[in-house]
């Protein structure tokens, strides 16, 4: 009984930030317009009933601006999370199951990508992609599967060696046949982890590269731009303007890794008991 009301609890609190997280999302498709909106009758207004985080320096609403540029991150991250998490699955599979140059190959390119400063990759794929949404979500999704790849290589290693495994292959089973029918159902509860952890990574990596001037463009909400643009007014007093949109990259982060923690939980039977 215990142990199944400690699973009612992780789901709960997993449906919990999945609900919050995507009222954060629709809230920013209808505060598209009113992001935008200058009204210089209201600039540099402090926090107050009518605007609970104030206005900026044009007018405009830093509530909307904020909920528009965490929107515009979520999305963002889904993307980058998702392909780069598929990525990271498929090399990892191919590596321990390829053969040993496969294995050196991808291993090579694995080790390659982790040496590299994660931040100068993103920007420099970034860039070459033209920036913008697009090229910032191909950048993300670019340079942050290899840990995860890394991690799945290890698991389908142990893999292989399992009895059952061992005897698929002497039946004469494909490979395919065995990572799809024996290796895939145990790697679901690391692949889905993994995919959830993405998002926070990929959320803060963006507003990194927009706050540095090399992401989304200045026209967009994004909480990058919003942060960096926060910065010379911060002398003058104006700190709305800075810590409600970090607070609320703070906390969306915070529940993209409570998210995967609850995951984790739910699809490993034994960690409920933690």
Not at 55 to 76: C, H, K, N, P, Q
Not at 77 to 104: E, K, Q
Request: overall charge positive; glycine content about 8%.
């Amino acid at each position: 009984m215990r142990d199944k009301n400690l699973r009612q609890r992780v789901l709960i609190g997993l449906i919990v930030g999945a609900a919050i997280l995507l009222a954060i999302c629709v809230g920013g498709l209808f505060c598209a317009e009113a992001a935008k909106t200058s009204d210089f009758t209201r600039k540099n207004l402090p926090p107050c009933l009518t605007y609970p985080f104030g206005t900026d320096w044009l007018g405009r609403d830093m509530l909307a601006r904020t909920l528009r540029g965490i929107s515009l991150s979520i999305l963002l991250g889904i993307f980058a999370a998702a392909v780069s998490a598929c990525i990271a699955l498929l090399l990892g599979i191919a590596a321990a199951t390829l053969g040993r140059t496969a294995d050196a190959v991808i291993t090579f390119v694995i080790d390659l990508l982790l040496g590299i400063p994660h931040i100068l990759l993103l920007i420099l794929i970034s860039v070459a992609l033209g920036k913008g949404f697009a090229g910032v979500a191909w950048g993300v999704a670019l340079t942050h599967w290899p840990s995860l790849a890394r991690l799945i290589r290890a698991e389908v290693m142990q893999l292989k060696e399992s009895p059952y495994i061992q005897i698929a292959r002497k039946l004469g089973k494909t490979n395919w046949y065995v990572a799809r029918k024996h290796m895939l159902p145990h790697l679901l509860p690391q692949f889905l982890t993994g995919l959830v952890l993405l998002f926070p990574h990929a959320i803060l990596h963006e507003a990194s590269v927009t706050f540095l001037g090399f992401g989304l463009s200045s026209e967009q909400p994004a909480i990058g731009i919003i942060l960096s643009e926060s910065m010379k007014y911060l002398v003058t007093g104006k700190w709305w303007l800075a810590l409600f949109p970090g607070a609320a990259l703070v906390m969306v982060v915070v529940l993209f890794y409570a998210a995967g923690e609850n995951v984790r939980k739910l699809t490993d039977p034994a960690s409920v008991h933690e």
